[in-house]
């Protein structure tokens, strides 16, 4: 079983649409939870932070953490076609540690 | 400014040739990093390197070597190149401590080995 598990999508969506993004992860050391936004032919650059559970909104954007069930969401709140990404889950439990990523699901929203 | 570059964006070379790639980071943190995008775009971590030290290094082929200069640096060199290698190599970096040691990555560096 993987560390942290990300389904790749594609997800497709139409513009102004809720966009739910999830993750599952196994190892219960992580502490600090984060999702990432990558262009096309560009480098991720972090969307949200957040440690421990709960949720944290940032505009449009609300992360989601439930660390009983290990498994960590993004939503995305009437989603436009800038959005349309890949978002990776990322993970860690501080210190010198790794931070252990997802794969990444590919997000279309169609205009 | 650009808070972490590397250079070169894009990299053609042969098989066997030795190449590397450089990586600047103005954010003053004291960490960085290579990871490794390959084709189905899964992101790995390859090495960390925390003030000048080598704190993390994966099971990496030894003709990938590191090197820290300072902490504002990390280049990768790159010896007798393999078709595998071919990918986009990421830069990054972080402040350890600092909002849980968040990543800030570099632009990437597309390496094609023909």
């Known amino acids: 079983q993987k560390e942290v598990e990300q389904d790749p999508g594609p997800l497709s969506v139409p513009e102004g649409a809720i966009v739910s993004l999830n993750c599952t992860y196994s190892?219960?050391?992580?502490?600090?939870f984060m999702w990432y936004r990558q262009y096309s032919r560009k480098g991720p650059e972090l969307l949200m932070y957040?440690?421990?559970?709960g949720n944290k909104e940032d505009g449009r954007f609300t992360a989601q953490v439930d660390k009983s069930s290990k498994y960590i969401s993004l939503f995305i709140r009437d989603s436009q076609p800038s959005d349309s990404a890949t978002y990776l889950c990322?993970?860690?439990?501080?210190?010198?540690?790794?931070?252990?990523f997802g794969i990444g699901t590919k997000l279309q929203v169609i205009p | 400014d650009t808070a972490v570059s590397q250079t070169p964006k894009y990299l053609v070379t042969q098989m066997g040739n030795d190449k590397s790639i450089k990586c600047e980071q103005n954010?003053?943190?004291?960490?960085m990093y290579w990871y490794k995008q390959d084709s189905k775009k899964f992101l790995k971590i390859m090495f960390s390197?925390?003030?000048?030290?080598?704190?993390i290094n994966e099971t990496v082929p030894n003709r990938f070597s590191p090197k820290s200069p300072d902490k504002a640096h990390l280049n990768l060199h790159i010896n007798s190149l393999e078709l595998g290698d071919s990918a986009v190599y990421f830069c990054?970096?972080?402040?350890?401590?600092?909002?849980?040691?968040?990543?800030?990555f570099g632009e990437g560096s597309w390496l094609t080995v023909v």
């Open positions: 990054a970096s972080s402040q350890r401590g600092q909002s849980g040691n968040t990543i800030y």
């Open positions: 190892n219960s050391a992580f502490q600090y």
């Open positions: 957040t440690y421990s559970s």
């Open positions: 990322a993970m860690g439990s501080g210190g010198y540690q790794k931070v252990t």
């Open positions: 954010l003053g943190h004291d960490t």
């Open positions: 390197y925390n003030n000048k030290e080598l704190i």
